[in-house]
C-alpha cells in the first residue's frame, strides 16, 4: 500500500521504486508543531519555531532508517537550477539556492519542502543515481523536470530511458486556478500541449502541474512514471497546502536515498 506508518509518522511512498531504495513523502502528521503548522512541519521560514522544525526533520529521518546529518537540502526558489550533492551539506554552511538535487552517493539523504508544489523523485538502477525536483507552477514552466533528466545525462551518463520517476502530491488541477500571467507562460513553455494542460471550469482556467510535469519527462525520454494522483487542497487532513489552508501552513518533507 502506498500509505505507512512508522513511529507515530504517516508517509506516502512510491510502488515504481525498488525496496532497495529509501523514499517517501511526509505527511502532515506525527509531529511537535502547533497550529497552524500542524504537526510535522518542516518548513523553516514560515513562522514556526525552529526547534520544532529541527525534531520534526529528525523524526522524519529516523522513521525511514536515515541519520539526519545525511542530509542534503537547498534554498528552494522555483528554478530549474542544479545541486550535484557528492556529500552531505554541512549545517553550518549556507544553503545553496535550487530547486533539483541528484546524488550517486548512498552516504547522502535529498530533502525538500513542499505545500501545493509537485515533488518528483528520480531514479536511474544502472548508474545508481537519485533526484528530486521542487516543481510549482514557475518551475514546471522553466522544465525543471526536464532540466533534471539532462543533468543526470551529462553528469552521471544516464539514459532518459532508464529512469523511474514518481510525481507525488500537490495542488489537483481541480483546485489549481491560475491567471492571465500563469496561462500566457504555460501557453509560451509547452505550445501546443498547452491546450491540454489547461482546463476551463466555469469561467475560470486552471494548470495541470501533474500533467505537464508527466509531459516534460516523457518528451525527456523517460518512460516509466507514476502519478500519486493525490491533491493536496483536497486532503488537508494529510498534506500542508497552501491555497487549502489560505496562506497560513506548513511545509512537508519529500526524501530519497540510495542504500548504504
Known amino acids: 500500500m502506498p500509505f ?41 521560514s514560515i513562522g514556526d519555531d525552529i526547534a520544532h522544525v529541527r525534531e520534526n526533520r529528525i523524526r522524519s529521518f529516523k522513521a525511514l532508517g536515515r541519520a539526519p546529518e545525511s542530509v542534503h537540502d537547498v534554498w528552494q526558489v522555483h528554478s530549474a537550477d542544479v545541486v550535484c550533492a557528492d556529500a552531505p551539506r554541512p549545517l553550518d554552511t549556507h544553503y545553496q539556492k535550487a530547486d533539483i538535487l541528484l546524488t550517486d552517493n548512498p552516504g547522502v539523504t535529498l530533502f525538500m519542502r513542499f505545500a501545493d508544489c509537485t515533488p518528483i523523485l528520480l531514479y536511474d538502477p544502472k548508474n545508481q543515481v537519485i533526484g528530486i525536483v521542487h516543481s510549482g507552477w514557475l518551475g514546471t514552466v522553466r522544465g525543471a523536470a526536464r532540466e533534471a533528466v539532462r543533468a543526470m545525462q551529462e553528469r552521471y ?67 516509466q512514471i507514476e502519478i500519486a494522483g493525490i491533491c493536496t487542497a483536497c486532503n488537508t487532513d ?16 519529500a526524501l530519497i536515498a540510495l542504500q548504504d
Open 238 to 253: 494529510d498534506w500542508f497546502s497552501h491555497r487549502g489552508d489560505k496562506g497560513k501552513t506548513g511545509r512537508f518533507g
Open 157 to 223: 551518463g544516464t539514459q532518459p530511458a532508464d529512469i523511474l520517476a514518481a510525481i507525488g502530491p500537490a495542488i489537483g488541477p481541480d483546485h489549481y486556478e491560475v491567471g492571465e500571467d500563469v496561462i500566457a507562460q504555460v501557453r509560451q513553455a509547452f505550445g501546443a500541449d498547452a491546450a491540454s494542460l489547461l482546463p476551463a471550469h466555469g469561467e475560470s482556467v486552471h494548470f495541470d502541474l501533474w500533467i505537464a510535469n508527466q509531459l516534460l519527462l516523457a518528451k525527456a525520454g523517460v518512460k
Open 4 to 44: 505507512s506508518q512508522q513511529t507515530g509518522l504517516r508517509f506516502y511512498t512510491f510502488e515504481i521504486f525498488p525496496r532497495h531504495i529509501t523514499q517517501a513523502v511526509f505527511t502532515r502528521r506525527g509531529g511537535v508543531s502547533p497550529r497552524p503548522w500542524d504537526s510535522l512541519n518542516v518548513g523553516g
